[in-house]
Structure formats: structure tokens, C-alpha cells
């Protein structure tokens, strides 16, 4: 298609036949990848000669080029030097004939790029191109005895400035050269009689580099081989035909860089929505403080009367009750013993009942139970039940990993439902030959805890110091995990019997500080949302874990609430700035639990309206800002949820919050919880940093990493790699905060308004522990300002603060918006 559009340029420009200029053997246009629109047909293949150096594509003057600025440098010093960069390999017998012949191309070396004898396109034993600062070099024949032409004109340029065009015509008596570009004239470089006859020879043809060790970094496009040598007129009209089809190819609009809709979950809570929760419905004083700080949703609330929840109902607040991983305690026993016990309880190695070690002042009846037990389950189906009865719109489950969260610290549960399940559960995963190498001589009579204390195990504390080395912990812990994971499908299905037209959303105890496949991770997809505590120590409570805990929730899709340990009001005044700014919700930091330990529970922790209101005010007032507002990004980073990689995710996401780069998170998941890599996630970026290694993901997403490599349309990077010289190089800065360090910047967009909504967020926070530092004259640059569109207004929004409108000092290469000043937390509004 793209031949016959600059062949009807060519006519239209100079009225002459399609004749006129022979249809090239070989044009990569690269709009439709790397197909040869060219009369030899087929298509080209890309070929990478390091790892993480791999060629794509990206915007040039006629559309997509080819990119190949991937490559660690750019060209070389000696023929010892290690591969580098990648190529578009492309192999025809027609070629290997040629001894006249054109080619002629588009480049642009990059401006990062330093180095010499780098290759435009070279052809195994044949040809040799080479870009030089006047012209082209260029060498015919084989090996050492191959003939060099030095093309270069008196005319001097930066490569780098600008696109260049470049043709080479090989005649029987000569080679000449012509340069010229987007606004520069077409001039003959230079003519050299021709020495040899060695052009034609077998081999394949290489679009930026020779032998993988001369790689060109930089683009190319509009590549075209023909099968004879072209006259000047030829040359010129090709040229001028191109330049006639440049266009002023534009990336994407920061209005369009929204994230695409993951729906992975029924039920997402509003993004403006204000969650509050008092534990227990005994506290009088709770609707009064719910209606001032203007709650939408009561979460987390145990007890089932039903004028509470009526009441709350009745003032437009969602209701949710809360079940436990202890559920039916009050039916349990109060000595140690689990034999006698008809409450299902969890059951250790010898025979006792378990209390976690935080819960040890809870009461004399503090026993969690375990999912693989029919009576637990009994007494726990039941109360959800009794609450649905009661009208709750959802249901909160505390404790809720049970036997999964057990099993990892050496309280697994050894009763008689757990052992007889994980026979069966052996019987279904293991071979007989592994399991004969586990130690289980016969399967149909396999005992697990008999197993263990005729083993050198007797008793649980021998269990818990040595439970990580013993050779069947990974097959009972993936029992157990599977064991909860069951649980929670069956709850679901009972909760759509016993509501039919009502959708009851359930949630867990969980944030996404980190992850990790056998704790939080294993839930994503049996659970609707999570609410949990964020760390208790202080120290941890930065913004690095806020950030990561919303892109994570964000990358799974679902919603999440931070219930907060204050342990200063500035710190979590900027907790909850940042995870409202990056789309996630923050309880109202009143009736708060603390933390406890064997020596007590820790008093309650309960907000005032002096410390927060101001800041729910803002999200009240500001729904819209909230709501139709998605995460922005054209960089994403690519994560094996399971197993990360090496270094810390979290810090790296913080890392590139430091550095003003808007990013998404890409998770995949698969040892438990199946969450896939989306194809949609990674076709709407430009640049992926692959945290995680490919082959680290399950077969499935690796199939969808590879297809989006194979592309092109995605540069793939290291997280080693200089992420502020790929974006500058692409045009990808979008914004810079010029305060002191700690002051963030996470940009929301609406496509369908083109509005944007810039939440700036201030970590730096007073001695007094009160606030933030205060700053004056905070400058929000907008950069690549042709990519926000024409800023027909900038608001800045302020909580406890009336509007201010921002005047637009509006530059060439960016638009400065001067904040008069923030404290904790601010919105710059964008139409």
C-alpha cells in the first residue's frame, strides 16, 4: 500500500508516468512492521544480537520507523568487541545478484549516541554503509578486499540534529551520493569512479548494523533497495515525493494515556468514596462522626443489630459487616485441648488449639479455626447468613488467611479434615515415584502427623523449628493455601445463592505493602477488595509504601483501603493525600485499632475533624476529580507478582517517583492467585522496564510478553537503564515539580473531557508532627507542551482553601504553572 502512495506522489509532484522511477526491489516503510512492500515481497525478521538491546518501533516524519537506539553503543572500535544492539534481517536471492543498484533511506542517529563506524544497512560480503557527518561511506566486495568510497561533501551536520536522507547510486562507472532532509535541499555529496565489480555475492541484508558489532543507534525509515542505478531526476523526485508525505506525526495526547480498564472484579468501590468504620456497633457516638466527615461506606463493623445497620443505611451510607478467621469462638472450649471441641477449631501437632500471638490477652476463648473443617465452616456460613439476613450490602473478613496464613509459620494445622485433605491432595498432584522420593511409602494409608513423628518430629515445637527443611512443607504449605483459596469460592457461591439480586461484595484484611505468593497475593482473585493495616513501625510508613500498595491494587484491578496506624498526624495526613491521589481509598482515621502485643491491646486511635477534615471536605467537594480520572503513564514497569526478581519492587517504584516519571505497574500471578499479564496493559505503553525476568512468568503470560516484544511497538528496557535519558529521548517528559525534594506529582487524565487532574503531594512534614512543611511558589512545568493540548484553563485546588486560577506562562518547549503554595496536598485542574 505504502508503494503505491509515494509512486502517486511522485506523479502528482512531476507529472510523470508510474514509469518514471522503478518500483524498489526492497521498502520497509515499517507502518506494517516488517513487511517488504516491495516487488520481491515477504518480510523482514528482527534480530537481536544482545540481550535487552532489542530493535521496535517508534514515531518518525512518515509515521513508524524503525527504532534502534536500544543498542549499548553505537558502533565500535574493533572486531573483538562483544555483539551489540539488533537488526532488521531481511533475505532474498534476487538480491545476491545485484551488482547496480540505489538504495536510499531516512536516519536519525540519537543524540545520546557517540561513536564511529556505525552501519546503516550492510549485506554479508557486499555491501557496507556507513553515515558520515557530510555524506556516506561505503564499501563493496567481500572481506579485506573489498573497495571503499568515501562520498562526503564539503557540507557539515550533527547526525543527530535532524532526519536525514540518505542515497547511494552504484553504477557500472561509478557511486555517487545525495543527502538531504525535512527543510534542506537535495545535494549531490559526491562522485567516485567505481574500482571494482564485487557487489554481488550471497548473503542477507542488515538494517542497522554489520555482523552485530557495528549496531547504529538511532531510526530509520523509508528503506528502499532497486535493481538498477538511478538517475539524478529519479533520486530527486523519490525525495521530493517523501518529503511531500511527511507529516507532523504526533504522539499521543497525555489525555490518552489513561490506563485501560482492567475488569477483573464485579464490584470496585468509588474513588471518591469515604470510608469510615467504628469495630463494634456499640459506639453511640459513631453516626454523628461518620455524617461530618461526609462517609459514603461503614466498613469493618462486627455485630448484626439490625436497628445499626438500618440507621446507617438510612443516611445514605453503605453498610458493611464483619465475619472472622475466628468465627464461632463462643461455641469453642476454653481449655487448650482441640479433642472434645466441636467448634473446628485449628488443631496443632499435638493436639492444641491455637492462639496467634497478638491475641493472647483477646480472652480465654481466642482460638482460630481452620476452613478445612465442616463444623467451622458450619458455624461460619451461618453467621454471614444471620448478617445478610440483618441487610448488610457487604461483608469484611478478619484473620481471613486462616490455614494459609498459619502453614507459613509453623502453627499448621494438623487435624484430622487437614490430614485426610492432604492425603488426597498428594494422591491428585504427586507421581508415585515422587512420592516414594518424599518419603511416603503408601499413599492410601498416609498419616501426615504419624509421618512426621516417626520421623525425628515428635511434638509441634521439634514442627516449628524445623518445619522450612522438612521435605513435604512446599506440598502442604500449596495444600493449605488452596485450602483457604477453596474456602473463599465456596463462601462466594453460598453469598449468590442466599442473594440472588444483590451482589454482596466481600473484602479482606489486606494491603499490598508487598508481595509475596502465600500472603496477601494469594487473595486477589477471591476476594472482591481489600482493607487492611498499613506497617505499624513508623519508619516503614513512607511514601514508597503508599505508592507501591496503590499501583499494586491498581495493577490487579481492584479497590483497596488503607486503615491507617497513625503515628503522627502529618504522616498520615500524606498517606492519605497519596493513596486518594493515586486512586485508592483511606478509612477516616477515627476508632483505629493500634497494634497489640502479650502485654494488651493498644488504646484505640480516634481522629478529629481538626486533624482531617479538611482533607475529606476537599474529596467531597471534589468527587469528579476522583471519579472520571484515570492513572496517566506511557511507562510501564513489568513485575512477576509471585517472585519479583532481585532488589526491592517497592523501591524501585518509589525510585521512579523521585524522578517525576509517571509509570503503571504490569503484574502477573499465577503460583495461587491467576492474575494474567493484560495485553491491553502492555499495547498502551511505550516503554516496559522488565523487572521481572520473561521466562520467570507462567506459560501463558510469557506468550503475551512475547508477542508484545516481537511487535515492536513496545521498547523493552532493564530497570539498570537510564529511564530519564529514554524518556527525554522519546519526548515522553510530561511534567517536573520544581520544589524540594519529597513534593510529588501524579497526573490523572479523562480522555472523553481531555481534562487532567495533577494531584501534587507534599512528604516533607514539620518538626511538630502536625503538618507538612509549608512552601510558597511551587512551579508545575508541563513539558512536551504540545502533547496537553491547548490548557484553555489551570486551576489550583486546595483543601481548606478557596480556588485559585493559575496563570499559563506558556514557552516553547513547556507551560509553567506557579503555585502559590502547598501544604499537604493539592490539585492542579487541567481543560
Request: aromatic share 10%; charged share 25%; with cysteine.
Amino acid at each position: 500500500m505504502h508503494r503505491f502512495i509515494w509512486i502517486l506522489a511522485i506523479i502528482l509532484l512531476c507529472g510523470h508516468s508510474a514509469i518514471a522511477v522503478e518500483k524498489p526491489l526492497v521498502a520497509f516503510d515499517f507502518d506494517d512492521g516488517l513487511k517488504n512492500a516491495g516487488t520481491l515481497g515477504g518480510a523482514g525478521k528482527f534480530k537481536v544480537y544482545a540481550a535487552g538491546e532489542e530493535a521496535g518501533f517508534d514515531l518518525g516524519p512518515f509515521g513508524r520507523c524503525l527504532d534502534l537506539t536500544a543498542a549499548s553503543r553505537h558502533g565500535g572500535a574493533g572486531a573483538k568487541e562483544p555483539p551489540a544492539g539488533s537488526a532488521v534481517v531481511f533475505r532474498h536471492e534476487a538480491l545476491d545478484k545485484l551488482d547496480t543498484f540505489t538504495i536510499t533511506l531516512w536516519s536519525r542517529q540519537s543524540p545520546l549516541a557517540h561513536g564511529s563506524s556505525a552501519r546503516l544497512l550492510s549485506k554479508d560480503g557486499a555491501w557496507d554503509l556507513l553515515p558520515a557527518a557530510g555524506g556516506v561511506a561505503l564499501a563493496l566486495g567481500p572481506g579485506a578486499s573489498k573497495a571503499s568510497y568515501n562520498l562526503v561533501g564539503k557540507t557539515r551536520e550533527k547526525l543527530e540534529d535532524r532526519w536525514r536522507f540518505t542515497a547511494v547510486v552504484v553504477g557500472p562507472e561509478s557511486v555517487r551520493a545525495y543527502a538531504g532532509g525535512l527543510g534542506q535541499p537535495l545535494v549531490l555529496c559526491a562522485e567516485k569512479p567505481r574500482t571494482e565489480h564485487k557487489a554481488a555475492a550471497r548473503g542477507d541484508l542488515l538494517l542497522g548494523t554489520f555482523g552485530g558489532i557495528r549496531p547504529f543507534n538511532g531510526w530509520l525509515d523509508r528503506v528502499r533497495v532497486f535493481g538498477e542505478a538511478l538517475d539524478e531526476k529519479a533520486v530527486r523526485e523519490i525525495f521530493d515525493a517523501d518529503v511531500a508525505s511527511a507529516k507532523q506525526t504526533k504522539p499521543p495526547q497525555v489525555f490518552d494515556l489513561a490506563r485501560p480498564a482492567a475488569k477483573t472484579h464485579r464490584f470496585q468501590l468509588k474513588r471518591s468514596d469515604i470510608p469510615f468504620s467504628t469495630r463494634w456497633q456499640k459506639n453511640k457516638q459513631a453516626p454523628a462522626i461518620m455524617e461530618s466527615f461526609h462517609t459514603t461506606q461503614c466498613l469493618w463493623v462486627y455485630g448484626t443489630q439490625t436497628n445499626f445497620i438500618q440507621q446507617i443505611k438510612g443516611m445514605g451510607i453503605g453498610y458493611q459487616g464483619t465475619l472472622n478467621g475466628l468465627q464461632g469462638q463462643e461455641h469453642s472450649t476454653t481449655n487448650r485441648f482441640a479433642r472434645g471441641d466441636s467448634s473446628g477449631r485449628h488443631e496443632d501437632l499435638d493436639g492444641n488449639k491455637n492462639t496467634p500471638h497478638w491475641m493472647v490477652t483477646f480472652g480465654p476463648k481466642t482460638f482460630t479455626g481452620c476452613c478445612n473443617h465442616p463444623a467451622f465452616r458450619k458455624l461460619f456460613f451461618e453467621a454471614a447468613k444471620r448478617h445478610l439476613d440483618a441487610g448488610v450490602d457487604m461483608l469484611h473478613v478478619d484473620d481471613w488467611a486462616m490455614n494459609a496464613s498459619w502453614v507459613l509459620n509453623g502453627a499448621a494445622c494438623f487435624c484430622e479434615h487437614c490430614r485426610a485433605g492432604f492425603r488426597e491432595w498428594l494422591q491428585k498432584h504427586c507421581t508415585p515415584e515422587a512420592l516414594h522420593k518424599l518419603g511416603v511409602a503408601d499413599i492410601a494409608t498416609f498419616d501426615y502427623r504419624e509421618h512426621l513423628k516417626r520421623n525425628g518430629v515428635p511434638d509441634a515445637a521439634a514442627y516449628k523449628e524445623k518445619f522450612r527443611e522438612l521435605p513435604l512443607t512446599p506440598q502442604f504449605t500449596d495444600f493449605q493455601v488452596e485450602s483457604m483459596r477453596t474456602f473463599f469460592r465456596e463462601f462466594r457461591k453460598r453469598l449468590d445463592e442466599w442473594s440472588p439480586k444483590q451482589y454482596i461484595p466481600v473484602s479482606v484484611n489486606a494491603l499490598l505493602i508487598n508481595l509475596h505468593a502465600h500472603h496477601n497475593l494469594c487473595g486477589v482473585d477471591v476476594v472482591d477488595f481489600f482493607t487492611g493495616e498499613s506497617s505499624q513501625n513508623s519508619d516503614y510508613q513512607t511514601e514508597a509504601e503508599y505508592v507501591f500498595a496503590a499501583k499494586a491494587a491498581e495493577a490487579f484491578g481492584m479497590s483497596q483501603v488503607v486503615s491507617p496506624i497513625p503515628r503522627s498526624t502529618a504522616r498520615t495526613r500524606a498517606a492519605l493525600a497519596t493513596t486518594y491521589a493515586l486512586g485508592q481509598l483511606h478509612l477516616v482515621p477515627w476508632d483505629i485499632y493500634m497494634g497489640s502485643d502479650a502485654t494488651g491491646i493498644q488504646p484505640r486511635y480516634f481522629g478529629t475533624r481538626e486533624q482531617y477534615g479538611d482533607l475529606y471536605d476537599f474529596i467531597h467537594e471534589h468527587k469528579a476529580l476522583f471519579d472520571d480520572h484515570e492513572s496517566a503513564a506511557e511507562i510501564a514497569v513489568l513485575a512477576n507478582a509471585d517472585a519479583p526478581g532481585k532488589g526491592s519492587l517497592s523501591q524501585f517504584c518509589k525510585h521512579l517517583t523521585r524522578q517525576q516519571i509517571p509509570f503503571h505497574l504490569i503484574l502477573g500471578a499465577s503460583q495461587y492467585a491467576r492474575v494474567p499479564v493484560r495485553a491491553a496493559d502492555l499495547r498502551a505503553v511505550r516503554v516496559l522496564v522488565e523487572f521481572s525476568a520473561a521466562d520467570s512468568f507462567c506459560d501463558e503470560d510469557r506468550k503475551t510478553i512475547r508477542a508484545a516484544r516481537e511487535s515492536g511497538t513496545v521498547r523493552f528496557v532493564p530497570p539498570t537503564a537510564d529511564l530519564t535519558a529514554v524518556t527525554k529521548l522519546r519526548g515522553m517528559e510530561l511534567l517536573r515539580v520544581e520544589a524540594p525534594e519529597g513534593v510529588y506529582a501524579f497526573p490523572r487524565v479523562n480522555r472523553a473531557k481531555c481534562s487532567a487532574a495533577i494531584h501534587v503531594v507534599n512528604w516533607n512534614l514539620a518538626a511538630n508532627g502536625e503538618r507538612a512543611e509549608l512552601y510558597r511558589n511551587v512551579t508545575l512545568t508541563l513539558l512536551q507542551p504540545q502533547r496537553w493540548g491547548k490548557i484553555a484553563s489551570a486551576t489550583w485546588l486546595q483543601p481548606g482553601r478557596k480556588p485559585v486560577t493559575l496563570k499559563t506562562e506558556r514557552h516553547d518547549d513547556c507551560v509553567r504553572l506557579t503555585l502559590p503554595q502547598i501544604e499537604t496536598w493539592g490539585v492542579v485542574e487541567i481543560k
